[in-house]
């Protein structure tokens, strides 16, 4: 079983950054992928970034430039540096670890960015 914490949410105005954190703990083998999911009010939970195993990386097209994806497998833990934020990036984001089609989810973090 995988337990996921996540840190690092918080108010931000437009044009800042913030640094995402989640640390998985428990049966962690590989490969696997961990990534960063989030879900607005009203709307869809939705992909944002992953980084497999292998480094390989995948961002949804609204925060390619913005975002990057990053993870040190020595300590389990994948971050997320959000630079450019605006508005409508505002959202509960989500950790998730996925292995042989398996997910599991962090508790969500807030992000909430003002105009």
């Known amino acids: 079983q995988v337990r996921l914490v996540e840190s690092g949410g918080g108010l931000v105005q437009a044009g800042g950054s913030l640094r995402l954190s989640c640390v998985a703990s428990?049966?962690?083998?590989?490969?696997?992928?961990m990534g960063w999911y989030r879900q607005a009010p009203g709307k869809q939970r939705d992909m944002v970034a992953t980084?497999?195993?292998?480094?390989?990386?995948s961002y949804t097209d609204s925060v390619k430039g913005r975002f990057t994806i990053s993870r040190d497998n020595a300590e389990n833990t994948v971050y997320l540096q959000m630079n450019s934020l605006t508005p409508e990036d505002t959202a509960v984001y989500y950790c998730n670890f996925r292995r042989w089609a398996r997910d599991t989810w962090g508790q969500g973090t807030q992000v909430t960015v003002s105009s």
């Open positions: 980084v497999d195993s292998g480094g390989t990386t």
């Open positions: 428990g049966s962690i083998f590989r490969p696997n992928t």
